[in-house]
């Protein structure tokens, strides 16, 4: 898997290095995301996410390419 910001940045790849870089989420107890609208054409789903990630902070908008092949994910582009 490769994690990109949009429109070709490489941040990170493997799943090893996925879960380093996401271990903050165990420390993110008010995280929410709502999913607000999902696309799907082929191989490729776009997320509209309405995310939270303090309860005491506004809440903030976030879009979320996928890309799949054999039935997996295998690369996430981040629009900041």
Not at 1 to 25: H, I
Not at 47 to 71: L, M, Q, R
Request: charged letters at 30%.
């Amino acid at each position: 898997m490769k994690v990109y910001q949009f429109p070709n940045t490489l941040q990170f790849e493997g799943k090893e290095t996925m879960r380093k870089n996401y271990q903050f989420l165990e420390k993110t107890p008010d995280l929410y995301c709502e999913l607000v609208n999902r696309i799907v054409e082929g191989n490729t789903v776009i997320d509209h996410e309405n995310v939270t990630v303090d309860k005491d902070k506004p809440s903030f908008k976030a879009i979320a390419i996928y890309k799949i092949k054999d039935g997996k994910i295998a690369e996430v582009y981040f629009i900041p």
